[in-house]
T-cell receptor, first 114, second 116 residues
Framework: AQKITQTQPGMFVQEKEAVTLDCTYD???????LFWYKQPSSGEMIFLIY????DQQNATEGRYSLNFQKARKSANLVISASQLGDSAMYFC???????????WGAGTKLIIKP | GAVVSQHPSRVICKSGTSVKIECRSL??????MFWYRQFPKQSLMLMAT?????????EQGVEKDKFLINHASLTLSTLTVTSAHPEDSSFYIC????????????FGDGTRLSIL
């Protein structure tokens, strides 16, 4: 069975600094996908970035990049030049191949300080 | 990008009322949609997988007679909370993805349900 672990319940980061949000996973599937979502206080879930297990390069989307270390089973999200609007909950998720369901981590609450 | 619309965004009603929440994929067809429930400061809890043209698949512990799901078309799934009680108060959010593995799920904006 798949499992996602986010060990940081909360983080405070100074504006404009880079921040790394940790995510480790466990799966026996040879092929899988990893996702990061952002949830602001308003509640909507915003898709940020995706990493496929067979992708040769780490995924990047604007200020978001994924530090994917397959052997360590980690997929940390890196946000460069953080902004006040980055304050939100961040969830890491892994997809179940059998039925497209996502297995979610507990989330990390990120607060950007001015 | 893909857009999922969820309506209504906020419901406040009396105990015993049934509440219907709609989830629409606006620019793609979704054979599968997911319904989640989220308690404050917690992660998403999958309630059920909604399958177009067939019965929904409910997660363990979710009452299918309490939470009725209908997925009548490729762009619309509905969740009806029947005879809602205060303990049903929560944040409900749906998602849909294009067919195929490793497609990101796109979420509606969620529905905050408060049962008085």
């Amino acid at each position: 069975a798949q499992k996602i672990t986010q060990t940081q319940p909360g983080m405070f980061v100074q504006e404009k600094e880079a921040v790394t949000l940790d995510c480790t996973y466990d799966t026996s599937d040879p092929s899988y996908g990893l996702f990061w979502y952002k949830q602001p206080s308003s509640g909507e879930m915003i898709f940020l970035i995706y990493q496929g297990s067979y992708d040769q390069q780490n995924a990047t989307e604007g200020r978001y990049s994924l530090n994917f270390q397959k052997a360590r089973k980690s997929a940390n999200l890196v946000i460069s030049a953080s902004q006040l609007g980055d304050s939100a909950m961040y969830f890491c998720a892994i997809e179940k191949d059998s039925n497209y369901q996502l297995i979610w981590g507990a989330g990390t609450k990120l607060i950007i300080k001015p | 990008g893909a857009v999922v619309s969820q309506h209504p965004s906020r419901v406040i009603c009396k105990s015993g009322t049934s509440v219907k929440i709609e989830c629409r994929s606006l620019d793609f067809q979704a054979t599968t949609m997911f319904w989640y429930r989220q308690f404050p400061k917690q992660s998403l809890m999958l309630m059920a997988t909604s399958n177009e043209g067939s019965k929904a698949t409910y997660e363990q512990g979710v009452e299918k007679d309490k939470f009725l799901i209908n997925h009548a078309s490729l762009t619309l799934s509905t969740l009806t909370v029947t005879s809602a009680h205060p303990e049903d108060s929560s944040f409900y959010i749906c998602s849909a993805s294009r067919t195929g593995l490793n497609q990101p799920q796109h979420f509606g904006d969620g529905t905050r349900l408060s049962i008085l």
